[in-house]
């Protein structure tokens, strides 16, 4: 069977199963250049009859869509970069420094995993309170400085290189900080970019903190300010659709670019546990 066909017999699997996920997709484009009166029309239509910018339109008249953007872009920004560094070290000094009570340590960093986020999120305001930045978008981007999911990727990957790399690197003259900038962390390309593309996806879309930390709308993140479009009595359809469109685009993009990557980190942290 695998001659007959030009690909493998599993695509026979995955192709139905990749168009259910990627349906969603396409009707959230197609509903964002509708109309009100296309959107509310029973039964629905699923392909618009011309394409109509109008949602496009009072998204950027009426809301502050750009603004909200940039503080998106900003807090992923602050976020990919701090776990960029952060985890990494602490991965590496998990992976290879041993001290006493560095298994104790990186358990109990592994076991707040298992916390759910809102027993966390009373605590969480009332420290930032008492440092005031609550309403401010520091408030949105320090809980992602770090994370443990971070540490134990990176620990995973940098347990899976060869040792004898670090130790020759020593026997030139290099020190642990050096041979950790100079030679690990080249090889870490692939697991930083994971963690880049997971930290980006969990930052950009982030909702419940920054809307229970952040009530000036001028520091909206995008999914509080399309939250906003929601209403108890009308929801502007067009414009949320767009919006959405607008703030899915940037997460397409930087997945597609940093899949051989994703893929290579995911086959290498399996090796050794």
């Excluded at 992976?95 to 009373?122: C, D, E, H, N, Y």
């Excluded at 809307?211 to 929601?230: E, K, M, W």
């Excluded at 767009?242 to 930087?254: Q, R, S, W």
């Amino acid at each position: 069977m695998r001659r007959r066909l030009p690909f493998s017999p599993w695509h026979l699997l995955l192709m139905p199963l990749a168009l259910i996920f990627v349906l969603p997709l396409v009707q959230m484009v197609l509903t964002s250049f509708m109309t009100t009166s296309e959107i509310n029309q029973f039964p629905p239509k699923l392909i618009p009859t011309s394409l109509h910018l109008e949602g496009y339109r009072a998204l950027l008249t009426e809301s502050r869509i750009l603004l909200w953007f940039g503080n998106t872009v900003l807090v992923s920004a602050i976020a990919v970069l701090s776990h960029l560094i952060l985890c990494s070290l602490a991965g590496y000094g998990f992976a290879r420094l041993k001290f006493a009570g560095s298994g104790l340590a990186f358990l109990a960093i592994v076991a707040t995993v298992m916390i759910p986020i809102q027993l966390l999120m009373i605590p969480t305001y009332l420290m930032f309170a008492r440092a005031g930045i609550v309403d401010t978008l520091a408030a949105a981007f320090v809980p992602w400085l770090a994370s443990a999911f971070g540490i134990f990727l990176m620990r995973q990957f940098f347990l899976s290189l060869p040792v004898e790399l670090e130790e020759a690197a020593r026997l030139d003259g290099c020190g642990t900080l050096r041979t950790f900038v100079k030679v690990v962390l080249p090889l870490a390309r692939p697991a930083l970019a994971t963690l880049a593309v997971f930290t980006l996806l969990s930052s950009w879309n982030d909702l419940l903190w920054p809307l229970v930390a952040i009530t000036d709308d001028t520091r909206f993140t995008l999914q509080v300010g399309l939250a906003s479009f929601q209403g108890t009595r009308r929801t502007e359809w067009s414009q949320l659709m767009a919006g959405n469109v607008i703030a899915t685009l940037p997460l397409i993009v930087a997945f597609l670019v940093a899949q051989r990557r994703f893929i290579a980190t995911m086959t290498f942290t399996g090796l050794k546990g």
